[in-house]
């Protein structure tokens, strides 16, 4: 008996891979089969975790790059360019495959919102689809705003506080930095504005966060786009304390599945935790993106051995090259590592703040683990991010910028101790935990994200079965 079957095709980066993924296992723990079509070059290069296999089965889409990925490329619009082509291509033809199965046709397509084109792909086959944004809602309004006219470019600063519903808390420098920073990285911008070129024929947005999270911003989404679902946290469930799931997960369910970078030795790092005490340290990432200039990077470890704390920093190879000699040897205040199980590492109750550059994946896992922050955004999303951790959640603090775009190291160790160690810690802490049981609550039996997935899962299999005008 055919059971449904969801086809995900995310954007192929780990930030964008690993969200879809998590809930890809929430559908196949409910009942569907879900199949997660990541490019050839990251299938045949990177292994996932053994631990989807049986949840969720792995396919394959080309981006035009299957023996370099978008090293291979000439640059962002190129690699774009030819992901567009070859991916709506392969897609198709992943689709055909499976409508040759009679008993395994895709129902739906759950695509990455930078993506549009697989919608059109889904159109064509008479497919339901599904947007998924990875982003938080936020950010999703602006470029929607910013998209149809409702938000011109480059905002007047008489026209702040914005009179958008939703959007009238933001600055200027909250905004995602392709707007505060005009001209900046123009084929990402017009990537995120693509999104919404056709999101309305979708039959089903949904949201990688907690209603809760954005109130506000969720129901003025939902009034332009009905169908807007949120299904967030997708973090792995062990996180999660998972023993209120009407469907539960395996106890060992702590790996994404992907890793596209190479990962130190998990031991390493908690063993180095576990001999630390209960919130005294500040753990350091900056995702797998960021590139700090030789003075930032400076001023960040001066500030990090200012602040007293013990710290453990993700800093990759290129990165190190830049600190000053033999910084962090024989020093058992920190360590420096090139990478580390972030998820792992946040759980752990030696760390009493994260310091990070505020990706969505990144302040979704603080806010979920109850883990007070310092935001240092460094592009895209990230400033609006930090607005939510510091001005919405009150979960932490953002870093100020001096007049030579350079945070310092006393504002640095500054910014720790009012998370860590003044009186402004405890109501933070005290924040962060009430988020966390937010976060909880939403994706356990009965919550909103629950329902959500539920919601979705019962509109799709009440749909008529697939039609093709192939």
Known sequence: MHRGHVLAVPYPSQGHINPLLQFCKHLSSKGLKATLATTIFISKTFKPNPSIAGSVQLDTISDGFDDGGFAQAEGVADYLTKLEAAGSKSLAELILKYKESADDPIDCIVYDSFLPWALDVAIEFGTASAAFFTQPCTVNYIYFCVHHGLLNLPIPTNS????????????????????????????????VLSQFS??????????????????EVVECMSKVFPSTLTIGPTIPSAYLNNKHMRV???????????????????????????????????????????????????????????????????????????????????????????????????????VGCFFTHCGWNSAMEGLSLGVPMVAMPQ????????????????????????????VGRHEISGCIR???????????????????NIAIRAISDGGSSDNNIDRFISKLKSSPPPSSTK
Not at 198 to 215: G, P, Y
Not at 384 to 391: H, I, P
Request: net charge negative; aromatic share 12%; glycine share 6%.
């Open 379 to 406: 592009w895209t999303d990230q400033t609006t991010n930090a607005k939510l951790v510091e001005g919405v959640w009150k979960v932490g603090v953002r870093v100020r910028v001096d007049e030579n775009g350079i």
């Open 248 to 350: 539960k997960f395996k106890d060992d369910d702590k790996e994404y599945g992907f890793n596209l970078f190479e990962s130190e030795a998990s031991g390493v790092c908690m063993e180095w935790l576990n001999k630390k005490p209960v919130g005294s340290v500040v753990y350091v990432s900056f995702g797998s993106m960021a590139n700090l200039s030789v003075k930032q990077i400076e001023e960040l470890s001066m500030g990090l051995k200012a602040s007293n704390m013990y710290f453990l920093w993700v800093i990759r190879p290129f990165e190190q090259e830049k600190l000053r000699d033999k910084f962090g040897e024989d020093d058992d205040k920190g360590l420096l590592v090139k990478w580390c199980p972030q998820l792992e590492v946040l759980a752990n109750e030696a």
């Open 160 to 191: 702040i506080p914005l009179s958008i519903p939703g959007l009238h808390f933001l600055d200027i420098p909250d905004m995602p930095s392709f707007i505060c920073v005009e001209g900046s990285y123009p084929a990402y911008f017009e990537m």
């Open 418 to 436: 009012q998370v860590m160690e003044v009186e402004r810690a405890k109501e933070i802490k005290y924040n962060a935990n009430k988020w966390r």
């Open 198 to 215: 056709n999101a309305h024929k979708a039959d089903f947005l949904l949201c990688n966060t907690v209603s809760a999270f954005e109130e």
